[in-house]
């Protein structure tokens, strides 16, 4: 088999160990039914799926509920209802989806469940702006956050701090009913508090760590002012806090990850070991600038084909995680259509090496794609066709290169979300 074409069979193998459905199934049969309603609320890229699964297994034990879901995100339910909102820039549908969201979980009584399900996308779908805030402050700072380089923990920490649902704060609307949080991880390392902004979770972050974020990326004096004053606010102490660990109320919340990264990453190992290519595991925290991370991953793989790795070829090196990319330019593209471009830079020249990066969730950055797939020949290609790939890297232009090449990984909505998968395959 041709390195690209197993290149991707690598990676459909792990999408399909992401799928939800029997994750879900898995883990509703050991949650005790309730004496009361089983209410249903979530948001995220799966969410959908995860509800359709919940369906599957309680059928009429659900008494109903509201699920939050990217455009495009839809599945077959009949007792939850699904809205479709923006993301990842928030947008009206998912404030006011955020505004219904709290009204059930407050109208829960203390012999019901409130049953959680999140996934990645969850805090761009759910906005819930604490009051002065407006929708569009948060969107103005989700929009700063994300071109200035932010990662996932950084970014839900001020979220969490600009919003009346996140941070715990859905769980505290719950109380008293037993709440039971299903999630999907997105996050490297699993962090229930970061998952989906830990909508049922203890937050571990404060206004201090929030406002310092901001701080750091030279971000204070341009953020919109409702949110530099509500997050100074809390650091003097005038706004209450996020729930912390020591809050009663979450002695009736069970927060359980029932799907992470490690599923991905050792779905492609067994794939690249039935194709007869010895895998070898880096990471499954591999995150940095897109581009960094791509010229790291190629040297190791130039590494082994010269035979002074740590395995020899053929062989496929597996990174799981999230980059992040500073945006410079005005092209399109996601992190891993920007990590497969710098990778085509490194490797022009050279046989025998290919690779794929792309998301589980089937979408990077504002694209159709999940990601790309590059190899020696990549770089010159785009040239033949009149593209400048270091220009188009410059420009964080990647997507125009991969579509003109016809090296697009394209999957649709996986309705699943267990970050990316980066594979360097060597002949």
Not at 379 to 398: E, F, K, V
Request: charged share 20%.
């Amino acid at each position: 088999m041709k390195r690209r074409a197993a290149a991707r069979a690598i990676f459909d193998s792990a999408l399909a160990a992401a799928a939800v459905r029997p994750l879900v199934l898995r883990a509703v049969a050991a949650v005790t039914p309730p004496a009361g309603r089983v209410v249903v609320v979530g948001a995220g890229k799966a969410s959908g799926a995860m509800a359709a699964a919940v369906e599957e297994a309680w059928g009429e034990r659900v008494t109903g509920g509201l699920v939050v879901v990217k455009d495009g995100h839809l599945a077959e339910t009949r007792r939850v209802k699904l809205v479709e909102a923006g993301h990842p820039v928030p947008d009206e549908r998912g404030a006011a989806a955020a505004r219904d969201l709290l009204a059930l979980a407050l109208g829960a009584g203390d012999q019901d469940l409130v049953l959680t399900l999140i996934s990645g996308g969850a805090s761009a779908l759910t906005p819930a702006p604490a009051p002065p805030i407006t929708l569009g402050d948060k969107q103005v700072m989700t929009r700063l956050l994300l071109a200035a380089g932010a990662d996932i923990n950084q970014l839900n920490a001020v979220r969490k701090h600009c919003s009346v649902l996140k941070g715990g704060q859905l769980a505290r609307a719950a109380a008293p009913a037993r709440v039971a949080a299903l999630l999907l991880s997105d996050v490297i390392g699993d962090p229930i508090d970061v998952i989906g902004s830990g909508p049922t979770a203890p937050d571990a972050s404060t206004f201090g760590e929030a406002l310092g974020i901001l701080d750091r990326f030279d971000l204070r004096q341009r953020a919109p002012a409702s949110v530099r004053e509500r997050l100074e606010r809390g650091v003097r102490g005038e706004t209450a806090e996020t729930p912390k660990p020591d809050d009663a109320i979450f002695e009736r919340v069970v927060n359980v990850v029932i799907g992470n990264n490690q599923l991905v990453v050792a779905a492609a190992a067994s794939r690249a070991a039935a194709l007869g290519l010895a895998p070898h595991v880096l990471t499954r925290s591999l995150h940095g600038e897109a581009r960094d991370a791509a010229r790291e991953l190629v040297a190791l793989g130039g590494e082994i084909a010269a035979g002074r790795g740590p395995i020899a070829p053929p062989a496929c090196l597996i990174a799981g995680g999230e980059t992040t990319v500073t945006v410079r330019g005005d092209g399109i593209g996601g992190r891993c259509q920007e990590f497969a471009l710098a990778a085509a830079l490194e490797l022009e020249g050279r046989d025998g090496m290919a690779v794929l990066a792309a998301g589980t969730d089937g979408s990077d950055g504002p694209t159709d794609a999940a990601g790309a797939v590059a190899d020696g020949e990549s770089a010159s290609r785009a040239r033949h066709q009149g593209l400048d790939p270091r220009a188009h890297l410059y420009r964080n232009d990647s997507n125009r290169v991969f579509a003109a090449l016809g090296d697009l990984v394209i999957t649709g909505p996986t309705n699943t979300n267990l970050l990316d998968l980066y594979l360097v395959l060597i002949s």
